[in-house]
């Protein structure tokens, strides 16, 4: 670590992600889809294009928050992501049982997406300059502390839930996490961080930084590997407990959350160890190759046992740190300009979510999951030509 008196700061760092992976993960579970829909007198998967607009919100503010971090300071990008998240789960609370909700509802996660943009390109750029020494395996705390929050989401759902007039509603959640990322905000106003001091800040924008930096044949692959592996992930995510209630006919499937959460907490855990030892490049394709495998286990033996079991490997290989891993190799390649690469991988990344959850709102669950076999497959491509890429630069 760079320096003890950033121990607090990396702890709401950390904190911030608790909350996203809440934020992130509410929309993809399904009593609180079925629960929404009947507000809003639709369809649970129509409750997927919601989840989409988170991001199409990353997409409107990532060109802007990547120079954003670099010119004002991660303290900075990071206090606006804590706020615009709180309007976000705010505004979730106020378009339940709102005849105009869906619409309510969707301008919202946009405004969600934003605050994804500010908090990436300021947390991630952050710990990497706190942990210098171990830039992945900080970045890769940040799934450990959102598969926590995960990992408990069922259990808080449960806790929180309220019903009204016969229906279940989960206001109190989205008003509580809200509410703490207004604390959060607060708290890492007044905490320091190495870039406090202007330190190597790129303050040119987006455009001129893409202009002026000579990308790669495997570093462009490295960036759209933030598409596939989020899509991998995601897709399961909101849709995966669809495919267990459709087709497995499993009433209450949120079960799979606890053990999607599971698989992600070990992965993290054991992926940061194995890091030490083995190259980050080596995970961009063997963890998609057993995404692919379990998918196709689940399509063709369908059953609640391989529903856990599925949800515990795409937790470990989809969503266990891939994308952060991908991040970290990027933002080492090119280090005066972190925040603007993290805009790029993660530009990447929410394109994905924009296009492919938006495509899946309107497809049956059994029909996004072949479709996530195909994303996966091309992301275990993109993966074999990067590490070929790399091993010839090696020799």
């Known amino acids: 670590m760079k320096d003890r008196k950033y121990i607090l700061s990396l702890i709401v760092l950390y904190l911030n992600y608790f909350l996203h992976g809440i934020g992130c993960a509410v929309l993809g579970q399904s009593v609180i889809k079925d629960s929404l829909a009947a507000s809003w007198g639709t369809t649970a998967m129509a409750i997927t294009a919601i989840s989409a607009a988170l991001g199409l919100g990353r997409l409107i503010a990532l060109p802007i928050a990547g120079p954003f971090s670099d010119k004002f300071g991660r303290k900075a990008s990071v ?116 870039t406090d001091q202007k330190e190597n800040i790129q303050k040119e924008g987006l455009l001129s930084s893409i202009r002026n930096t000579k990308f790669s044949a495997e570093s462009i692959a490295m960036i759209l590997i933030g598409f596939t592996c989020t899509g991998t992930f995601q897709l399961w995510l909101n849709c995966a407990q669809n495919f267990a209630k ?93 925040g603007t690469v993290t805009a790029l991988v993660m530009i990447a990344s929410s394109l994905c979510n924009y296009t492919l959850l938006s495509a899946a709102a309107g497809m049956t669950s059994s029909g996004v999951m072949w479709m996530n076999v195909i994303l996966t497959s091309a992301g275990i491509i993109l993966g074999v030509f990067v590490n070929s890429k790399l091993r010839i630069a090696a020799d």
Not at 308 to 325: R, T
């Open 79 to 194: 206090v606006v992501g804590g706020l615009f998240y709180a309007a976000f789960l705010g505004g979730l609370a106020y378009s339940s049982g709102n005849p105009d909700g869906y619409r309510i509802a969707y301008i919202c996660a946009i405004l969600g997406g934003i605050a994804n943009s500010f908090l990436d390109t300021g947390v991630y750029p952050a710990l990497g300059e706190i942990v210098i020494k171990a830039p992945s395996v900080a970045t890769m705390g940040i799934k450990f502390s959102m598969a926590i929050s995960q990992m408990l989401l069922p259990f808080v759902i449960g806790a929180t839930a309220v019903v009204v007039s016969g229906v279940s509603s989960y206001d109190r959640l989205f008003l509580l996490t809200g509410l703490a990322y207004l604390v959060l905000a607060i708290a890492i106003f007044f905490l320091p961080l190495p």
């Open 246 to 338: 459709d087709v497995v006919l499993w009433a209450e499937p949120s079960i799979m959350q606890t053990f999607y959460s599971a698989g992600t907490l070990i992965a993290v855990v054991v992926t940061a160890m194995l890091t030490r030892k083995i190259k980050d490049e080596r995970f961009i394709v063997l963890y998609p190759i057993i995404c692919l495998l379990t998918l196709l286990l689940v399509l063709f033996f369908p059953s609640k046992v391989m529903m856990e079991v599925g949800a515990f490997a795409i937790g470990w290989a989809g969503a266990g740190g891939l994308l952060q891993i991908v991040t970290a190799v990027c933002n080492l390649v090119f280090p005066k300009i972190k």
